[in-house]
T-cell receptor, first 114, second 114 residues
């Protein structure tokens, strides 16, 4: 049973426009959510996170929105740049349980077209 | 420079030949873990360690062993590799001091078992 779902395997966006990547989760015990970015031949790198006590977190061009009632989060990138082209993974865990066991989605490959 | 290193980066081996993938971090992190990434499946946790001499199974531990004799090192051992262990492996670490720590990933080890 997949607890974190990224239903769009790929997304293409024009440079300068907004990229919206979506993620759904089923485990109501998850209370901390992260987005990782991954380039080919590299390990995932942390991008932005959000705690379940918040509904929005911003960091420069990146904003993550959390809708707890819908068990849905999204990553907005504005404006999108060609360097943003990568695979984006949504991840979640039970921070309160202290396990640090991240559950990942399958990833969404973002292509930003110049 | 804070980093997680893995060796080797690429490895081709044959079924049944024992191998070890090393992982080392220089951030004095307590928590370390191993993930495998497979097409269409995202990243799945194999084993994790909360501290020295403390290890536990993740979601897909079958066929793997780990040890944590020192804080900085967390090797992944395949006693008798099989072709279904062909995958991309990532080691990760985090401070382990609070529920909202982000995990830092190594560059990955691409393993092929013939």
């Amino acid at each position: 049973d997949q607890q974190v779902k990224q239903n769009s395997p790929s997304l293409s966006v024009q440079e300068g426009r907004i990229s919206i990547l979506n993620c759904d989760y089923t485990n109501s015990m998850f209370d901390y959510f992260l987005w990782y970015k991954k380039y080919p031949a590299e390990g995932p790198t942390f991008l932005i996170s959000i705690s379940s006590i918040k509904d929005k977190n911003e960091d420069g061009r990146f904003t993550v929105f959390l809708n707890k009632s819908a068990k849905h989060l999204s990553l907005h990138i504005v404006p999108s740049q060609p360097g943003d082209s990568a695979v984006y993974f949504c991840a979640a865990y039970e921070a309160g349980a202290g396990s640090y066991q991240l559950t990942f989605g399958k990833g969404t490959k973002l292509s930003v077209i110049p | 420079e804070a980093q997680v290193t893995q060796n080797p980066r690429y490895l081709i081996t044959v079924t049944g030949k024992k191998l070890t993938v090393t992982c080392s971090q220089n951030m004095n992190h307590e928590y370390m873990s191993w993930y495998r990434q497979d097409p269409g499946l995202g990243l799945r946790q194999i084993y994790y360690s909360m501290n020295v001499e403390v290890t536990d199974k993740g979601d897909v531990p079958e066929g793997y062993k780990v040890s944590r004799k020192e804080k900085r090192n967390f090797p992944l051992i395949l006693e008798s590799p099989s072709p279904n262990q062909t995958s991309l492996y990532f080691c990760a670490s985090t401070t382990g001091t609070g529920g909202t720590d982000t995990q830092y990933f190594g560059p990955g080890t691409r393993l092929t078992v013939l």
